[in-house]
């Protein structure tokens, strides 16, 4: 396939885009990705994950360039050495903490290389652990750990009491933090500069590739900040409504191949 002259990179989220509800790179997204390669389109990957929740990712795409974790709150290379970081204030973690709390959240904390949660036993420990492919730590207390917070998750499958723990956090920590929703039940919350607009930006300075000649695709709230700021912005066909309308195209769901579907319709020709 041949590639549309308007598209020099893109950027793909991965949890509900690029991977299935199963979490599965299907044949199809893989192919789709070498094809973007072949045509000489640059491509990574970005997500709210850790880096080392996506490193099983990183040998079957074969990615070169730089991968963004934590929603951007830590850029790093394809071995996982880290590139930049952005760490959340610790005024500002401790803040953000108590609100999800008061919301009757859980809460989990990740620094660069680890994750902490209170109780191993909590909703979505144990699929995040599959996920991710590695285990959290348990901490009673996160006193000793927020001076090196790279991102908070509230996490409660009240998704209504999650919408309105994301509203009080943006509203009661303002510019201190970037707090967006990367599932109904996750509630991301990471530096200001740790958002995927801000991946964008970065991606963009580092790879000299103009932002409107980056092609960006993803399904949850967070992925709207990425939309606006790139040249082609695709939603998943399991995306709400209102990340819908944020984006230029729609393809079909991440169970029926929607990320390959996108670059084959959208990016190449």
Same mark, same amino acid.
């Given at each position: ?29 893989? /192919? ?16 709210? =994950?850790?880096?080392?929740? *996506? +490193? ?20 790093? =290379? ?32 990740? @620094? ?6 209170? +109780? ?10 599959? @996920?991710?492919?590695?285990?959290? +730590? ?14 908070? %998750?509230?996490?409660?499958?009240? #998704? ?8 009080? %956090? ?6 201190? %933090? ?6 109904? #039940? #996750? ?24 932002? /409107? ?12 900040? *990425? ?8 939603? *998943?066909?399991?995306?709400?409504? /209102? ?7 729609? @393809? ?10 996108? *670059? /084959? =319709?959208?990016?190449?020709?």
């Amino acid at each position: 396939m041949a590639a549309r002259d308007s598209v020099q990179l893109v950027i793909a989220d991965v949890d509900g885009t690029l991977v299935t509800q199963e979490k599965v790179l299907t044949d199809r997204a893989r /192919e789709a990705v070498r094809q973007l390669l072949a045509a000489g389109i640059a491509f990574t990957i970005t997500s709210g =994950r850790p880096p080392m929740g *996506m +490193k099983m990712l990183i040998e079957p795409l074969g990615l070169k360039n730089p991968i963004a974790a934590f929603n951007g709150g830590v850029l790093v =290379r394809p071995d996982l050495s880290v590139l930049q970081q952005h760490l959340l204030p610790q005024a500002a973690a401790q803040s953000a903490c108590e609100i999800i709390d008061q919301h009757g959240l859980d809460v989990w904390l990740y @620094t660069g290389q680890e994750w902490f949660v209170r +109780k191993r036993q909590a909703p979505h420990v144990d699929r995040e652990e599959w @996920t991710v492919k590695f285990p959290p +730590k348990v901490a009673a207390s996160y006193d000793g750990l927020l001076g090196r917070t790279a991102k908070l %998750v509230g996490v409660s499958d009240d #998704y209504a009491a999650v919408a309105r723990c994301e509203q009080d %956090v943006q509203k009661q920590c303002g510019a201190q %933090v970037s707090a967006s929703r990367s599932q109904p #039940y #996750y509630l991301d919350v990471t530096h200001p500069q740790a958002n995927k607009g801000e991946v964008v930006t970065a991606l963009s300075q580092m790879l000299k590739i103009p932002a /409107e000649k980056i092609a960006t695709i993803g399904d949850g709230p967070n992925d709207v900040l *990425m939309f606006r700021r790139s040249g082609i912005s695709i939603a *998943m066909g399991n995306a709400s409504d /209102e990340v819908k309308k944020a984006a230029k195209f729609v @393809t079909a769901s991440n169970q029926d191949e929607g990320f390959a579907q996108a *670059m /084959e =319709r959208f990016v190449l020709s």
